[in-house]
């Protein structure tokens, strides 16, 4: 699903910005077919985007073109009747006119030369590969290769398991010398870290001085590189790609709200974070804070019969012996009977509810005859000039365009302490406030929370566990106006229902005459 642009309120005084002019466009032939193309783009960007597959290795979208594969190439004629030849389809420009044919002898003929250059020196190590079943060179080499070697010279013998840093692992015999990892930090985050080493068969992809790659953008490069030889340290072994669910959905670690994928092993546990193209928000990236961000949201449940400890499955009260687990029902009716007690129930929503989870939440105060806010933490450190905002409130924007106010977590901490019922709503919402000062909290503030996560504070009176954000659909907002799209990608535990669903259910409680 893509992120669409909330649009700007528009005003009678001022008038609606003239639409940007459409980028001038010439007609070429592709495989026949007579089509419209940009001349600022190179041939091969022409013909994915008719649909036609033109193979590539050195050449990425979001890079430059280099053109050392020679993977892409074509046949190409100045018009109808002229002479072809074969070119690098990353490395020519379109022109009016032109004719281009990409599933000819000729052409089909000069990639499987390549390829057999390529996989001159390549192990044999697919079944055992991390990238096998979505690596290019395999998928390349089935549709257009040989089936058989012409060399009889030994393979060169290359360091393997590499260690580049913290994240990042090379595999010196996969690697083709695409340059696309060498590009990227060049060109993207603008601080070079790898390059080409020595020269002919002996080049090799090495950091400067052979220091440990750095940064909150390392593991963009395996994500491009189109073979295994740059892998994640986190996901090494983890799964067979082919037994992985995907699913649409938002990075939830700052207010950019990058576009991901969220890849689940056989739809239940969550094992890789990657990033989905987005012109408008991310381009074809993510940072590795969002990237790894899968692990907090995979806790584990509590023991046997506990509550806190691990994930909050379920609900519980306070009772003789602290919180003991009860039914929903059971939970809602004591949480509806003490907010009704309360004077003036104090409500605090986590950033991380989305607009859904909000309104409901709006609902179920003006039942109460409150206003909510939502707990605002000071930006962090992670802020760059590339995609990371430091805010780490992804539906921030979201929230105020609701009319929901912020605050900061020092003053809610101090209105917690005064009050005598609190309403703590969302994911992360007791870390956001400092699970060790709402331990500090006297009982008598009489704490309600609606959290991934149970602690055990003496304030608690009740808790009902939520889903996290991989749990549930819904929308976000981002810093710019964008809307960013959550999908259910694993489901949640069980006796865990949708915060949505549970805040209506609670309204109606609410409602209802008080228990006796």
Known sequence: MSQTPNPAPSSASTPAPAPAPKPATIKI???????EADPKQPLIRACHDQGVDVPMYCYHPGLS???????CQVEVAAGPGQPSRVVAACRTPVSPGMVVQTDTPKAHETRRECLEFLLKNHPLDCPICDKAGECDLQDYSFNEGQGKGRSSEPRRKLEKRKSLGDVIVLDEERCILCSRCVRFFQEVTHKPQLTVSGLGSRSTIATFADKPLSGNY???????CPVGALTLK???????????SKTLST???CSRGCSITVEALRGKEVKRFRPRFNPQVNQHWMCDVGRFA???VTQALPPEGGIVGGRLVGAAIRGYHGLERVELESALAEVADLLRAASKPLVLLSPFVTQEEARAALELCAGLGVA???VSPAPNNLKDDLLHTGDPCPNRRGLSELGVAAIEPAAALAELAAANAALLVGERIQSLLDVAALAKLPATARLVVLDVAAHDLAALSAAIGVPTHVEKSGQWINVDGHVGVLNVAVPAPAGVAPLERTLRELLEHCRAPAAR
């Not at 032939?29 to 007579?34: I, K, N, P």
């Not at 073109?65 to 993977?71: A, D």
């Open 218 to 224: 390392q593991g963009n490069i395996a994500d491009i």
């Open 65 to 71: 073109p280099v053109g050392s594969c020679r993977i």
């Open 294 to 296: 899968y692990a907090p």
């Open 372 to 374: 909510p806010r939502f």
């Open 29 to 35: 032939q592709v495989d026949g077919r007579e089509v």
């Open 234 to 244: 986190p996901f090494r072994f983890q799964a067979r790609v082919w037994n992985l």
């Open 251 to 253: 990075c939830a670690e």
